[in-house]
Every structure is written in C-alpha cells, then in structure tokens.
C-alpha cells in the first residue's frame, strides 16, 4: 500500500460519526463516485443477505458482472466488508 493510502485510511479513522464521514466523503469525491461507493456498498449487503444476483439486479439494476466482483471481493477479499457489515449488524442490534 502506497503512503497516500495509508494516510487516507488513517483520516477516515479519525472521523468520529456517520455525518462527519459524509462530510468528508463530500469534499473527498466526486457526485459520481459516492454513488459508485453507495451501489457497491448496497450490493455487498444484498449478497450478505443472501438475496440472488437476480433478484439483486432487478432491485438496484446492477450488472450480473458488478454484482459479481463485489461478491468475490466479500467473500475472498481482505475481510473490509465482512468487518463493516459485522460491525453495523451489532450496532443494529444494540438499538
């Protein structure tokens, strides 16, 4: 990993809560790559629910290929969704 990236990593640590992370993501991104951002993230929580690559595309209109390397990613990639996914479903059922 190059040191930008780590930096980068390491900024996204420091913020404290959703709305400083949206913030930052705001100024961070363009209009299209949070939506690019958002559809990988709904995908990964679609196939964490076990929802079908149909059923996933006729919901979000989603490639059969997208829906594809975002589940490669969740299933054999280095474990950032699982952590994310883990960690919101405890937070969900604290509430």
Same mark, same amino acid.
């Given at each position: 990993? +190059? $040191?930008?990236?780590? $930096? %980068?990593?390491? /900024?996204?640590?420091? &913020?404290?809560?959703?709305?400083? /992370? %949206?913030? #930052? &993501?705001? =100024?961070?991104?363009?209009?299209?790559?949070? *939506?690019? #951002?958002?559809?990988?993230?709904?995908? @990964? *929580? %679609? &196939? =964490? $629910?076990?929802? +079908?690559?149909?059923?996933? +595309?006729?919901?979000?209109? @989603?490639?059969?290929?997208?829906? +594809?390397?975002?589940?490669?990613?969740?299933?054999?990639?280095?474990?950032?969704?699982?952590?994310?996914? =883990?960690?919101? /479903? *405890?937070?969900?059922?604290?509430?």
């Amino acid at each position: 990993m +190059s $040191e930008p990236l780590r $930096e %980068l990593a390491a /900024a996204m640590a420091s &913020l404290r809560d959703g709305e400083e /992370a %949206l913030r #930052f &993501l705001r =100024d961070l991104c363009t209009v299209n790559e949070l *939506r690019e #951002f958002a559809a990988r993230w709904e995908l @990964a *929580r %679609l &196939l =964490d $629910e076990g929802v +079908s690559y149909h059923d996933i +595309s006729e919901q979000t209109g @989603a490639s059969s290929a997208t829906i +594809s390397r975002v589940n490669q990613w969740l299933r054999y990639g280095r474990d950032g969704y699982r952590l994310v996914l =883990d960690r919101r /479903a *405890r937070a969900r059922r604290r509430r």
